[in-house]
């Protein structure tokens, strides 16, 4: 996540600035924090007048408005209420968590942002020193978000286009350093997938030939909520030695996948819809298994049947790669279940004794983006960086606020201001 701070001299050119975009369609209102309505009820007058009013507690400062974007990679498609959470934490971070403040989301950029306006001026006077506000405690703010929420941490967000097209390799037991191997996977799948289950973690690892084990219902690993995590071999057995989660990277540990579980509930909400119709259009006919996992698979969905040993399908969960987002088929709705879909599949006339195969799904691993991705070239022929690119419109925005601000001034000699 990047942070952007302006601190400037006009609350009023500030919130200006973002209702003008509410109005185009571009932007919309979603938290006002110390407000005594909620952002639909409220006027221009209920914006302005809540932080004009702290200002004029403190007329000798003069520079008394923050206007700050948070920016967030493009990858990162996320609901409003982790919006609302994210910007709150980063106040608090920030040392601004009791001041009163609005927070606008803008959909005119390349990547998904944040707009927050507030004011440095304290209900009694006092004034909250901007001095060393961006790089000491925003960077503190930032850094502890990131973590808190998953997010592409803002050092990363310029290379993020290099690590394109780099996917993750198979772990091939015997030919690699075994806990390097498992933990660059791991590590890699918990912080860019969206699962909430041991189940779901283990669709995404099993593809990479690891998988997280609790061990037995009865063993002590499992009565003391440990996880290790193992290599597979090509029929799925375990093999080799396992590998605990304590000693990798980052820790994937049960307790912490357990925070990420319940996280991963909100932040793959708004992803639902869209895999739901990518099933949809797979079942607008009656159709073998085989053939349903061979069309999502073209758009980058990996569907995982669990069937016993008389060939009874009693599970499906669907890992959309594009997105990073593991759903389990009930969790999508009772018709995307497996007792429901079972009546829909054609019987397989083909490979009928043939044992379950582990799909590779080794094209979606292996799509290479365009070689020019980290140079694309303008209309008018110049190259420019993909992040310089996507920042462009957001650096335009932050310009304009310095024009409102002159606008205001001119119409205030002219007589003309309210």
Avoid at 41 to 46: A, Q, V, Y
Avoid at 64 to 73: D, G, I, P, Q, V
Wanted: hydrophobic content about 35%; cysteine-free; charged content about 30%.
């Amino acid at each position: 996540m990047v942070a952007k701070i302006k601190t400037g001299r006009s609350i009023t050119g500030a919130i200006n600035y973002n209702e003008h975009k509410v109005r185009l369609g571009k932007a919309e209102l979603i938290l006002a924090q110390g407000y005594l309505k909620d952002p639909v009820d409220l006027t221009f007058n209920d914006k302005l007048q809540r932080l004009t009013d702290l200002t004029k507690r403190n007329e000798r400062t003069l520079v008394n408005t923050l206007h700050l974007s948070l920016n967030f990679a493009v990858s990162e498609n996320l609901d409003k209420n982790v919006l609302q959470q994210i910007a709150d934490d980063y106040m608090d971070g920030l040392g601004f968590g009791k001041q009163p403040y609005l927070v606008y989301q803008h959909h005119d950029a390349g990547h998904p942002h944040l707009h927050i306006v507030t004011t440095n001026i304290e209900a009694d006077g006092k004034r909250i020193s901007f001095h060393l506000l961006a790089n000491r405690a925003s960077e503190d703010a930032r850094k502890q978000v990131e973590l808190t929420y998953n997010l592409v941490k803002a050092e990363d967000q310029s290379k993020q286009h290099k690590l394109i097209g780099k996917p993750l390799e198979e772990v091939d037991y015997g030919k690699s350093e075994l806990k390097r191997s498992i933990t660059n996977v791991v590590t890699e799948v918990v912080r860019t997938y969206k699962f909430t289950s041991i189940p779901e973690l283990n669709a995404v690892l099993n593809q990479y030939n690891i998988t997280a084990d609790r061990g037995s219902k009865d063993s002590r690993m499992y009565e003391k909520n440990g996880l290790v995590y193992w290599v597979l071999d090509g029929k799925g057995n375990k093999i080799g030695v396992p590998i605990k989660a304590s000693s990798i990277y980052g820790k994937p540990t049960l307790k912490a996948l357990d925070d990420r579980f319940r996280l991963n509930e909100m932040l793959r909400k708004p992803l639902k819809e869209q895999l739901k119709g990518a099933i949809d259009k797979a079942l607008l006919h009656p159709i073998s298994k085989s053939s349903f996992q061979k069309q999502l698979k073209e758009q980058g969905i990996q569907v995982v049947f669990r069937q016993n040993e008389e060939r009874r399908l009693y599970g499906i969960t669907f890992v959309d790669h594009k997105s990073k987002v593991v759903f389990n088929g009930s969790d999508l709705g009772k018709s995307y279940s497996a007792a429901s879909l079972s009546g829909w599949f054609k019987i397989e006339t083909k490979n009928q004794n043939q044992p379950i195969v582990k799909p590779a799904n080794k094209d979606v691993r292996s799509y290479k983006f365009p070689d020019n991705i980290s140079g694309l070239t303008t209309p008018n022929g110049n190259s420019e960086s993909l992040i310089d690119m996507l920042f462009k419109e957001e650096q335009q925005d932050m310009a304009a606020i310095g024009r409102l601000k002159q606008n205001t001034r001119k119409k205030k000699r002219r007589g003309h201001s309210h």
